[in-house]
Structures are given as structure tokens and as C-alpha cells.
């Protein structure tokens, strides 16, 4: 068990629908990543918070937002969706930013767009 | 642009041999590099560092090489063992601890 708790585990809905997939870091984590993993694709970076503000965005699209609140949990939600958004989206925690970091993964959200 | 890349996406093995699994990478800054380990239906674990300043570092059966001048590093499993089959990433992060990662590579350890 990495410490991190990633809600639901599977979401089905269907084109056009908004979802929220809700991420709790380990304790005492104050970032949060956001990681996207497509067939056959690697894990694609999304987005990620420290303490609150938005630190770095990789492959994020404008139909797709996060926040970090002020408990430290952190939530993506992902709008008008596609087909192509069907993916399993990861979420991982580190204590801080910079040094040798390690992240620690959640077990996932497998998304399905029908 | 895919700064790490691992050009292999499967490697079968028989059991008690060793397993190579390669990763590159582009940017000559990433002084940091991770190996993860991914069973299906599970997040990816965490499985052995290497910082630049090393080019070996070993933790039991795994050991990680780094070729610097190559731009590229290596993971070997010595003995492999069944359980060990898994989709293996290579990582790096950049100053902002943006972590790249690979493609991954699925190792098969046949009995």
C-alpha cells in the first residue's frame, strides 16, 4: 500500500460528460501529480500541485482542470469528454519538490468513455 | 518529446537468468533516474534509484547502470523470478521534479 488513495477505481460514462476523479496524497505529501496512461502508451504527465498552487502542466487538455485544496486532497475533473479520454489516470505524491524525490502511485481511476 | 525512452516493450526470460531492460534518455541535466515496477491493475511502485554521481547502484537481485557519456541506463534482475514479471518504467525528473517517464517495458519471467 503506497499511502496514496485514488476514488473511484472504475468510471463509465459517456461522451459529452463531465467526471471527477479525487486523489488523497500520503500524509505529510504536499505535492500531487496527475499522470495519464493510455494503450500501449507510457505515463503521460498531466499536471502538478504543491501545497496548493499549480507547480508544472505537461499534456493537460483545456478540457481537463485540477486544484489541490487546502487539506491537501486533490481532485482532476475532466469535461466534454471524448473517446480518446478513455485512459487509466494515475495520481502520485512526494513530500516536497527537488532532491532525489521519489513518487509514490495510487492505484488509479480506469476511465471509460462509451 | 519523449526525453526518456525505452525502445523495447517486451522481454521474455527464462527463470533463474538475467534480465536486461534498457532505457535512454535526451536531456543531459536529469542528474536522477527511477525505476518503477507496474503490476496490472495497480499503480506503479517504486524499485531502485541511481544518481548521477554513481553508475551502478544495487539493491539485491536488481541493479541499475548508468552510462553517462551514452546517455543511457540499464536494469538488471539476477536471478529473474516469475514474480518479477511486470511492465518496468525508467523515470527522471527534471528541476521542478517533473518526473518523464518511459514507455515501459513488459518483462515475462517463464518458469
Known amino acids: 500500500d503506497s499511502g496514496v488513495t485514488q476514488t473511484p477505481k472504475h468510471l463509465i460514462t459517456a461522451t459529452g460528460q463531465r467526471v471527477t476523479l479525487r486523489c488523497s496524497p500520503r500524509?505529510?505529501?504536499?505535492?500531487v501529480y496527475w499522470y495519464q496512461q493510455s494503450l500501449d502508451q507510457g505515463l503521460q504527465f498531466l499536471i502538478q500541485y504543491y501545497n496548493g498552487e499549480e507547480r508544472a502542466k505537461g499534456n493537460i487538455l483545456e478540457r481537463f482542470s485540477a486544484q489541490q485544496f487546502p487539506d491537501l486532497h486533490s481532485e482532476l475533473n475532466l469535461s466534454s469528454l471524448e473517446l480518446g479520454d478513455s485512459a487509466l489516470y494515475f495520481c502520485a505524491s512526494s513530500v516536497a519538490l527537488g532532491g532525489a524525490e521519489k513518487l509514490f502511485f495510487g492505484s488509479g481511476t480506469q476511465l471509460s468513455v462509451l | 518529446d519523449q526525453q526518456v525512452k525505452q525502445n523495447s516493450p517486451s522481454l521474455s526470460v527464462q527463470e533463474g537468468r538475467i534480465s536486461i531492460l534498457n532505457c535512454d534518455y535526451t536531456n543531459s541535466m536529469f542528474d536522477y533516474f527511477l525505476w518503477y515496477k507496474k503490476y496490472p491493475a495497480e499503480g506503479p511502485t517504486f524499485l531502485i534509484s541511481?544518481?548521477?554521481?554513481?553508475d551502478k547502484n544495487e539493491d539485491g537481485r536488481f541493479t541499475v547502470f548508468l552510462n553517462k557519456s551514452a546517455k543511457h541506463l540499464s536494469l538488471h534482475i539476477v536471478p529473474s523470478q516469475p514474480g518479477d514479471s511486470a511492465v518496468y518504467f525508467c523515470a527522471a525528473p527534471n528541476t521542478g521534479n517533473q518526473f518523464y517517464f518511459g514507455t515501459g517495458t513488459s518483462l515475462t519471467v517463464i518458469p
Open positions: 541511481i544518481s548521477s554521481i554513481k
Open positions: 500524509s505529510g505529501d504536499l505535492s
